[in-house]
């Protein structure tokens, strides 16, 4: 499957943005889609994830309450709905889609991956 990220941009600390993913190839429903974002000069790290129907989702810690994970099959896309933003959320961030039986919060077992949009958040 090939994904294209879109949605990032400039916004202000407590402000809203919606990423979306859009995928091409067959079967979008078959695959559980995460979001990871990865900071300058630091590691990529898992932001949500959700499963194939919809529910469940899984969120890190940081972000559990501000960050909504959701998809439409119908469309093929994902969309990751961020809201009360920090100046710690600026990141790029990338969808990814996971073909394995089970949800996870690794990267590895994310196999296809968007291009990364950029989401930076001013204080």
């Known amino acids: 499957v090939q994904l294209q990220a879109s949605g990032g941009g400039l916004v202000q600390a407590g402000g809203s943005l919606r990423l979306s993913c859009t995928a091409s190839g067959r079967a979008f429903s078959s695959y559980i889609m995460g979001w990871f974002r990865q900071a300058p000069g630091k590691e990529r790290e898992f932001v949500a994830a959700?499963?194939?129907?919809?529910?469940?989702?899984y969120y890190t810690d940081s972000v559990k309450g501000r960050f909504t994970i959701s998809r439409d099959n119908d469309k093929n896309t994902a969309f990751l709905q961020m809201n009360s933003l920090k100046p710690e959320d600026t990141a790029v961030y990338y969808c990814?889609?996971?073909?394995?039986?089970?949800?996870?919060?690794?990267?590895?077992?994310?196999?296809?991956w968007g291009q990364g949009t950029l989401v930076t958040v001013s204080s």
């Open positions: 990814a889609a996971n073909q394995r039986s089970y949800i996870s919060t690794s990267s590895s077992d994310f196999g296809s």
């Open positions: 959700i499963s194939w129907r919809g529910d469940p989702t």
